[in-house]
């Protein structure tokens, strides 16, 4: 009895563990044979057709007259009439500011007793000239008779080169004394400022009864601005990789921010050539060109230094090849069957754009040469024809998970992506 027991206990022992060994092998199958199945990426696709495409290079900046004169102070004083206020209208030479003239005035009187001065001392010295010309001549006549002394003719012609040198002297005065006469009534003058333009008191900085200072070596203080808002344009900053697709002339669509629901045309008529860097030498430099562009409408009230975007058309084509923008990615190009490469060469393998297409469940990889996009189609120069059926999504997919001889599924009966934003279905 006991015999039999232990033979059944055996038995029961091997069944156990023979259950298990077929467990273990039939899990280990599983995955062998689960990780030699390749994986199914699915995808969406669009065909290739011919678009109109305008290249467009967007940027941001603010709403500013084209012609805008700052008033600066050119002498310092006290404001006492300030007959403008802001957003009032002048024309031309009417009066916008006086600044106290007393001391400038005072400067006049005493400029002009100088001259007064300096043409007396003229005078004067006109009279000793004729006086010592006339006793140099009678002195060479005596001393050519013998009838005068060395030393007396050598005094009568140093009194009359004493009196030409003195009379050049005086006439140097008057010159002088002129000359600070007429910059005290520029200073005079300057005390009153008179509009250089037609236009609005877009800004005043000034008040009543405040103290200026300027002078004629320095920027005084500004007291107000006078602008043309009949002619605004709009300022922006294009980056220095932009800035070379724009050219004058060019149509832009501006948006500002005030008037959003509404699109104003304008165009490029002015683009700097001098590059403003901000942050320079750190880490967020950035290289941007100023763009002016002319606003053709005329139908709102822009103020200056409204904020405002601008969308410009730099380039037009006709009826080119397209796909939607986020069809063209990069890969890396794989090394052909038997080829060798060295370190160098891999390093310098770049990586190519290119699009995928289907090929009988499989994706193919085609480099391709792109020419001009918009915000949602990219212009297709060589690689692929027209009607080609193109990946277009998932943005994932294409960006990171297809590779040339990848098993695909398309399924169009989600988004399409034809609209050129990225999608992230995964």
């Known amino acids: 009895m006991a015999a039999n027991g232990k033979s059944k206990k055996n038995k029961r022992k091997i069944f156990i563990f023979s259950g298990i060994g077929i467990i273990v092998i039939a899990l280990v199958l599983v995955v062998v044979l689960g990780s030699k199945k390749e994986t199914v990426i699915t995808v969406q696709t669009e065909k290739a057709v011919k678009r109109t495409i305008t290249q467009i290079v967007t940027a941001s900046g603010k709403i500013q007259p084209e012609t805008m004169v700052k008033i600066n102070a050119e002498v310092s004083g006290e404001i006492t009439q300030l007959p403008v206020k802001e957003g009032q209208r002048v024309r031309k030479g009417e009066l916008l500011v006086r600044i106290k003239p007393d001391q400038y005035q005072a400067q006049v009187d005493r400029a002009e ?133 724009i050219h004058i002339g060019d149509t832009a669509r501006i948006t500002v921010d005030a008037y959003s629901e509404k699109k104003l045309k304008g165009t490029v008529y002015e683009i700097a050539n001098t590059a403003t860097t901000k942050s320079l030498g750190q880490q967020d430099e950035v290289t941007n060109f100023l763009v002016k ?45 038997g080829e060798k490469k060295d370190s160098v060469q891999k390093q310098q393998d770049k990586p190519v754009e290119v699009v995928f297409v289907t090929d009988g469940g499989k994706a193919k990889t085609i480099p391709v040469k792109r020419g001009i996009n918009d915000d949602g189609f990219v212009e297709i120069t060589t690689g692929i024809g027209d009607n080609t059926e193109v990946i277009s999504g998932s943005y994932k ?30």
Do not use: H, W
Request: contains cysteine.
């Open 397 to 426: 997919a294409i960006n990171r998970d297809l590779e040339d001889g990848s098993a695909i599924k398309v399924d169009n009966s989600v988004k399409k992506f034809g609209t050129g934003k990225k999608d992230e279905t995964k």
């Open 293 to 337: 562009i002319r606003i053709v409408d005329k139908d709102v009230a822009l103020r200056p230094g409204m904020s405002m975007s601008a969308d410009i058309e730099t380039q037009t084509k006709q009826n080119v090849l397209s796909v939607p923008i986020q069809c063209v990615t990069t890969r890396v190009p794989k090394q052909k069957e």
């Open 113 to 245: 007793a100088g001259l007064s001065s300096a043409k007396a001392s003229f005078s004067q010295q006109t009279s000793n000239l004729e006086k010592a010309t006339s006793e140099y001549k009678r002195a060479q006549e005596l001393f050519t008779k013998k009838l005068l002394s060395d030393q007396d003719f050598v005094t009568a012609k140093t009194s009359f080169q004493s009196a030409k040198s003195m009379l050049e002297s005086a006439l140097a005065g008057v010159a002088q004394a002129q000359a600070s006469l007429r910059d005290a009534k520029e200073s005079l003058n300057k005390t009153t400022i008179y509009s250089p333009m037609e236009g609005t008191i877009s800004q005043l900085i000034s008040e009543l009864g405040e103290r200026v200072s300027g002078s004629s070596f320095t920027q005084g203080t500004q007291i107000m601005t006078v602008a043309d808002l009949s002619m605004m344009e709009a300022q922006v900053d294009v980056g220095e990789n932009d800035v070379v697709l």
